[in-house]
């Protein structure tokens, strides 16, 4: 069984998780305000994954017998320069996210909990999916730039971003 240092960096993580939610949430009320509607539906669905992700930590400590402390999370900023500056500050986001699960790994390893090791990769490989995702996103619209019929389309494009839970699927 993992140790109490584990499991206090597990409840500061699902507030890093409900934070990350919290965040894309903001960012998606952003894009509708500004009328991309398949920016604000790609940034909806990024807020229910990390929702899930959450979740799964969550369930993960239960079933380990640890004590759930839900922290208090910070709000997230609303307003941004650009969508470029949006999806710029979601992939920083991101590898802060991925510093943590690092951090969670090496404090498995640390403390030889094999168990917490094993759950944790799959955000490691879960990370590394949404770093691609963000960095994606980010070199389009460099590309772009201000060619307005450029950012219509690929505002269409994202408009057919369906959620799926991730978490699900990798338990089945």
């Keep these: 069984m993992a140790g109490n240092k584990m499991y206090e960096a597990l409840n500061e993580q699902i507030k890093y998780e409900l934070y990350s939610s919290y965040l894309y949430l903001s960012m998606s009320a952003y894009f509708s305000e500004a009328g991309l509607n398949g920016f604000a539906n790609w940034m909806m669905v990024q807020a229910k994954e990390e929702m899930t992700h959450a979740n799964k930590l969550y369930g993960y400590l239960i079933s380990r017998g640890a004590p759930i402390k839900l ?20 992939l920083k986001h ?47 619209l ?9 950012l219509f389309m690929l505002d269409k494009d994202l408009a057919a971003r369906a959620f799926v839970d991730s978490t699900q699927a990798a338990e089945a």
Excluded: C
């Design 94 to 140: 991101e590898r802060f996210v991925t510093s943590r699960f690092n951090m969670l790994m090496d404090l498995a390893d640390k403390s030889k909990d094999h168990a917490s090791k094993i759950f944790l990769q799959w955000y490691v490989t879960e990370q590394v999916e949404e770093e691609e995702n963000f960095t994606d996103l980010v070199n389009k």
């Design 71 to 90: 922290l208090p999370i910070d709000g997230p900023p609303s307003a941004w320069k650009s969508p470029l500056d949006v999806l710029q500050e979601g």
């Design 142 to 150: 460099k590309f772009i730039k201000d060619d307005g019929g450029a």
